[in-house]
């Protein structure tokens, strides 16, 4: 069962995260959304995103909607600049008895890669969601990806075996 998570923006000390839903209501913002996507959703920087995120050559109208029915997207830019630097997206869900469970999964443009932000994004992401909780949140990372691993360990999160796969594993972080 999709659950909806209480929070729409929120911010670190270099970064300002919040909810896309007003960049999507307003054509023209959609539009720059969508223009600063197109630079930063890279080859590279969705080597290691499963095939469902992937951008189809002409189609990040397609791909935006696509995340937007599917996901709770919430963009991170830098604070001083107002530079689009990646996304955050989030699926909650609920199973009756338990928790609500929260998988993430973020990217980052390559010039913001090396500075610190993932850790950041994730950290501040963890203090907004404690006090609305009690949460689950899970992350999957590509064996072939030890640098989310790291962030997302940094950020207090740890390797869920029984929830891991050969090609991907799972790190989860319960916060109540």
Request: charged content about 25%; hydrophobic content about 40%; aromatic content about 8%.
């Given at each position: 069962?999709?659950?909806s998570i209480?929070l729409s923006a929120?911010?670190?000390e270099r970064?300002?995260?919040?909810h896309?839903r007003?960049d999507?209501?307003d054509?023209?913002?959609?539009?720059e959304?969508e223009?600063?996507?197109?630079?930063i959703l890279?080859?590279?920087v969705l080597a290691?995103l499963p095939?469902?995120?992937?951008v189809e050559?002409?189609?990040?109208?397609?791909w935006?909607?696509?995340?937007?029915k599917e996901?709770?997207v919430f963009?991170?830019?830098?604070?001083k600049?107002g530079?689009l630097?990646g996304?955050m997206?989030?699926?909650a869900?609920?199973?009756e008895?338990?928790?609500?469970?929260i998988?993430?999964?973020?990217l980052?443009a390559?010039p913001?890669?090396?500075?610190?932000?993932a850790t950041e994004?994730?950290?501040?992401?963890?203090?907004?969601?404690t006090?609305l909780?009690?949460?689950d949140?899970?992350?999957?990372?590509?064996?072939?990806?030890?640098?989310?691993?790291?962030v997302l360990t940094?950020a207090?999160?740890?390797?869920?075996a029984e929830?891991?796969a050969?090609?991907t594993?799972?790190?989860?972080?319960?916060?109540?």
């Open positions: 069962m999709s659950y209480a929120y911010t670190t970064l300002f995260v919040r896309w007003d999507l209501a054509p023209a913002r959609r539009g959304l223009r600063g996507l197109l630079r890279t080859s590279t290691h095939p469902s995120l992937q050559k002409g189609r990040i109208s397609n935006v909607t696509d995340r937007a996901s709770e963009v991170i830019k830098s604070e600049s530079d630097l996304l997206l989030l699926v869900q609920m199973d008895g338990k928790p609500p469970h998988h993430l999964g973020y980052l390559e913001a890669w090396g500075r610190g932000y994004v994730i950290r501040g992401l963890v203090a907004a969601l006090p909780g009690p949460f949140v899970m992350g999957g990372v590509g064996v072939d990806n030890p640098a989310s691993a790291k940094r207090g999160f740890v390797k869920d929830h891991s050969p090609e594993e799972m790190y989860v972080l319960k916060l109540r």
